[in-house]
């Protein structure tokens, strides 16, 4: 998490308290992100069995912020998808992404083997936003 935090906050990055980042946003705190996280990997018939790699398919997240919970998102789907609305924020998510290596800018480099492709959307320029879903479903 401090890595997807401002520097003057990352001394916070661990207490389980949401953090600033930027444009009145915040990310959320530990607790809420591994609540969501768990009950993403349960099934109807119980949890998702541990040996399994990557428990989820393809997930869509809206509001992608500073891109922390699409990395951890990364880790457990084959595929993320994550928009955002706020142009500042698609860039510093962009930014946080790159440097995690989870992002795919070009569509075509895979990340390492541990983390899937995080196709990251910004809203705040609307035809992106058909053109990278059409070269996904094509």
Known sequence: RH????TALVNQ???????????????S?????????QLLCERPGGPVARDEARPLGVCLEIGTGCGYQAALLALLARR?????RVRELHVKARAHLDAARVTNP???RVSTEKQARVMLVSLARPKDLWGSFRHEIS
């Not at 705190?29 to 996280?37: I, L």
């Not at 993320?80 to 955002?84: C, D, L």
């Open 3 to 6: 890595q997807f935090v401002d």
């Open 13 to 27: 990055a661990y207490e389980d308290t949401s953090l600033p980042i930027g444009l009145g946003q915040t990310i």
């Open 80 to 84: 993320v998808v994550s928009i955002e």
């Open 29 to 37: 705190k530990p607790s809420v992100v591994g609540a969501m996280m």
């Open 106 to 108: 070009s569509r075509e």
